[in-house]
Nanobody, 114 residues
Framework: VQLVESGGGLVQPGGSLRLSCAAS???????MRWYREAPGKQRELVAV???????IYVDSVEGRFTISRDNAAKTLDLQMNSLKPEDTAVYYC??????????WGQGTQVTVSS
């Protein structure tokens, strides 16, 4: 499986963006995650939708971001609302099967600035 992210860009504070991750193969057996990496910071988990459907968000995006998956379409999305400058980062799609087997996309830049 390969992952390709899209939808990043420049947006003003308070604005919205929708990130998409397209997979080349079946993702139904993977936990699907969005991570982000800001300059000078470690990569952090933003949101995960488990293979069974349960969803978890990091506290800093709870109530602003919505993660969703479509196994039939082989896609993972992240709707980001009320964006803040501190959301600026490269966002990565991740398909997690085990700690020894996970797949990363190439990343998409999100910049929140006026």
């Amino acid at each position: 499986v390969q992952l390709v992210e899209s939808g990043g860009g420049l947006v003003q504070p308070g604005g919205s963006l929708r990130l998409s991750c397209a997979a080349s193969g079946n993702i139904s057996n993977y936990d699907m995650r969005w991570y982000r990496e800001a300059p000078g910071k470690q990569r952090e988990l933003v949101a995960v939708v488990f293979r069974g459907g349960r969803i978890i968000y990091v506290d800093s995006v709870e109530g602003r971001f919505t993660i969703s998956r479509d196994n039939a379409a082989k896609t993972l999305d992240l709707q980001m609302n009320s964006l803040k400058p501190e959301d600026t980062a490269v966002y990565y799609c991740n398909a997690y099967f085990t700690s020894l087997y996970q797949i990363w996309g190439q990343g998409t830049q999100v910049t929140v600035s006026s």
